[in-house]
């Protein structure tokens, strides 16, 4: 499978525009965004409870909880068809996951603030792995120490990108609200919960 590798320092990024094919691609997307329970929580953000900017639903394996910006996810057991993406992108990557954070951008006002998958219960260099559905939208990342470091991606229909090595210790990651017209995208984001 056709893969791009981001030479970037600090950092291991890997890209696979053709994760999916377009038919299996475009099944998943109509069938996920009707059967995944999404919702809108709530996010502490300086102090001041505001909603996510996007809807989410976790899943899990048996026992496992995860907790961001001070809101703790209580898992839904895998679905087969996240399952069977869980065992396609262990495959490919060589990598075990145990969780699934999906996001649904539900259009260009929907995104994802700057931030680095950093806490302690993903492990010391964490593995995280994005598969991408429905309308193309850009990743930006940023270096933490050395502003002049940028790079962005524009995340393909059926695209996986997998951000390992120190990445999330030197880099911050964000999606950004767009003014383009764009109609949803589902996010799939498989990380290994220590």
């Known amino acids: 499978m056709k893969s791009e590798i981001f030479g970037l320092p600090d950092a291991e990024l890997q890209y696979f525009p053709d994760f999916l094919n377009t038919e ?5 997307f109509e069938k996920l965004l009707k059967e995944i329970p999404w ?7 300086f102090g001041k409870e505001i909603p996510q900017p996007r809807l989410t639903a976790f899943y899990a394996e048996k026992g496992i909880t995860y907790t961001y910006s001070g809101l703790q996810l209580k898992p839904e057991p895998f679905s087969t068809e996240i399952l069977a993406l869980k ?5 490919l990557s060589g990598f075990d996951f145990n969780t699934c954070l999906a996001n649904l951008y539900r259009d260009g006002s929907d995104s994802m603030g700057w931030h680095a998958d950093d806490e302690k219960v993903l492990g010391k260099n964490p593995i995280i792995a994005s598969i991408s559905l ?19 991606i524009e995340l ?18 964000q999606l950004p609200k767009t003014k383009k017209k764009v109609s949803s995208r589902i996010n799939l984001t498989f990380r290994k919960i220590q």
Not at 87 to 91: C, F, G, M, R
């Open 24 to 28: 299996k691609a475009n099944f998943l």
């Open 39 to 45: 919702q809108q929580q709530n996010i502490k953000l």
């Open 87 to 91: 065992t396609q992108t262990q495959e």
């Open 134 to 152: 429905g309308s193309v939208r850009s990743f930006q990342f940023k270096h933490k120490n050395n502003k002049n470091l940028r790079e962005k």
């Open 156 to 173: 393909q229909h059926g695209s996986l990108l997998i951000m390992k090595g120190t990445m999330q210790h030197f880099w911050k990651h």
